[in-house]
């Protein structure tokens, strides 16, 4: 056993016996929240690994003392700061990994996503999914979760009808055009990105080849509310809640989105693009 999954279950333990001490059940304690009973049970059997706002409302939901919850909130951060590691995030396994990005979004309600190479996870089929996946676990040697972690990923993606909650998706023209699935999967997942594209709460922006881009698309990034920034590296997933890091990517999420083909315009590059699988498939 890691170092990691060792402090991740102390930090279990602790909440367990939080619960325990204020004669709540896991389904108490989720009724509380208005968390899923899955979640607490995972929290509890290091499954996942609890954020600074997981324990800071399990805290007052139990009852904790303000020491109490400040230690919380150090284990915590310290594990997140450990957890972005990609040996120890995935030898937790595709799927919880899954479970934590829900969780992260379930507290958003503005989403502005950049991505040069890839169809975002709320915008992908499960076919593009899966393989995606299959890469991921060659890469990484994660757990064979393949089947778990494709539900997972498509349960997220139920937030897309809530019209609550705004989403911006901006993609490079290669990002549509990389195949990480066979012909016949891009073709499904760019009719996808056609209909996701006209739903009201949602914008998805092109930028076609030969557009001068105004940086160097070096990652994707993620823009949760104003709150943090995720950016994806082959070895690390970095968590930016440093304010000026969160102004730093709006402004470029903003560039980016400038010279994005939007709405109609966008739907035309998506077409003209399911042409050329549609040939490849056809031969």
Known sequence: MTSFQQ???ELGGRLRRLRESARLSGKELAERLSWQPSKVSRLENARQTATEDDVVAWAQAVGASPATTDELIRQSIALLDRHDDWKQRHRSGLAAIQEDIRDLEARTTRFRVFEPGIIAGLLQTSEYARHVFRKVKRL???????????????????????????????????????????PEVMRGQLDRLFAVSTLPNVAFGVIPFGTELPANPINGFWIYDESMVGVATMTKDLNLRDPDDIAFYARAFDDYAKVAEFDESGREVIIGILAEYRKQTSH
């Open 7 to 9: 402090a991740r279950i």
């Open 140 to 182: 990484y040697s994660a757990p064979d979760q393949i089947d778990t972690a494709v539900r997972v990923r498509m349960q997220r993606q139920e937030i897309l009808y809530d019209r609550t909650r705004t989403f911006r998706f901006v993609v490079t023209e290669s990002a549509l055009r990389t195949c990480l699935a066979p």
